[in-house]
């Protein structure tokens, strides 16, 4: 592995690690500060902070779901998916910047996520979004990140694809 491979995976696995740490940050804050149910205001009633724990995947999903499948499901499958992942951005050094990078921020909310479940048995969420005509569900700094990623890869996808269209266009 040549110095240029070292200096990228390097780069990658600390985009990765700043996710995760920005998203333990917040959630550390979070548990120590804010009461269950508690509500602040940060932008009068559109942006709030509540704190809740989250058993399931995103909406609650998988809540009431058996002990064995819960585990499988929301923790042994998701650390597979992302121990795969990282050894994709890792050795495919053929992919563009854009989808790396997102994929990199899709990793380290899921491993984020994936922390507080095995650690706490649940995930805190405490943000808040209220955009009058729509509402967000409580999420967290994690889940940001994974938006982020899938963010930064649909705009490059469709991007590319205009690009594409705009070469075969008689």
Excluded at 29 to 53: A, G, P
Excluded at 99 to 112: R, Y
């Amino acid at each position: 592995m040549g110095m240029k491979q070292i200096l990228r995976n390097t780069i990658l696995l600390l985009i990765v690690w700043c996710n995760i740490g920005c998203d333990q940050i917040s959630k550390n804050i979070v548990r120590e500060k804010l009461d269950y149910n508690d509500k602040i205001d940060l932008i009068e009633n559109h942006f709030t902070l509540t704190k809740i724990e989250n058993a399931g995947a995103f909406l609650s999903l998988g809540d009431s779901l058996p002990g064995p499948i819960k585990f499988i499901l929301l923790s042994l499958l998701p650390l597979m998916a992302l121990v795969v992942g990282i050894y994709i951005v890792l050795t495919k050094t053929d992919m563009k910047t854009p989808l790396v990078i997102g994929i990199c921020f899709i990793i380290g909310g899921g491993f984020g996520n994936l922390y507080d479940r095995i650690v706490y048995g649940s995930v805190t969420d405490f943000l808040h979004i209220n955009f009058v005509i729509f509402q967000t569900g409580i999420f967290n700094m994690a889940d940001v990140s994974i938006i982020i990623g899938a963010f930064i890869m649909l705009i490059y996808t469709y991007t590319k694809k205009a690009k594409v269209e705009e070469l075969q266009a008689p």
